[in-house]
């Protein structure tokens, strides 16, 4: 008979405001980025990355009652957030009832598992950051940007030279 693992650890996360605070146990069950519209929309960002854990390794350590629920009948899942700042907190899925997702960007530490999936990729947005090179901008510390990027002209290939054959 195998032995019932024990948690390496702990995760703490809580909301932007800090009025819900959660933990999970360490490791989570698994992590993954979301491309799904509903997701985008929820988070209202490119994707949105979860961490899921089984319900009974999963705790809100503060603020229970300052979570709001928002049940898409469609989809037949639930998401929470926070009712003071409106972080997104909890997304479940009647088809698992005995997980809990959470997004990975509100915890402070390691959480075991590494995203390394993508669930609805066919619905990634052509204006996502893909990992292509990004430079330096000057004279803004701390920005980045993608160049874009150039044809390559023909050697003795000149760009105006049909406008100076109409002068």
Not at 5 to 34: M, N, Y
Not at 81 to 101: D, K
Not at 127 to 150: C, D, H, I, M, N
Request: proline content about 7%.
């Amino acid at each position: 008979m195998a032995k019932p693992t024990s948690p390496a650890g702990i995760a703490k996360g809580q909301c932007l405001c800090g009025k819900v605070a959660f933990e999970i146990d360490v490791p989570a069950r698994w992590a993954w980025h979301d491309h799904s519209a509903v997701s985008r929309r929820a988070h209202g960002a490119a994707y949105a990355t979860y961490v899921g854990s089984w319900r009974k390794r999963f705790r809100i350590t503060k603020g229970e009652t300052a979570i709001a629920r928002y049940e898409d009948k469609a989809s037949n899942t639930v998401r929470s957030f926070c009712a003071q700042c409106g972080t997104p907190l909890i997304y479940e899925r009647a088809r698992s009832p005995r997980m809990v997702n959470i997004p990975r960007a509100l915890f402070t530490g390691r959480t075991g598992r590494q995203p390394l999936y993508h669930i609805a990729i066919e619905e990634l947005q052509e204006w996502a950051y893909t990992g292509e090179p990004l430079v330096p901008l000057k004279g803004f510390p701390g920005v980045v940007w993608q160049r874009s990027k150039k044809k390559r002209r023909s050697a003795g290939e000149d760009p105006f030279e049909l406008a100076r054959e109409e002068v």
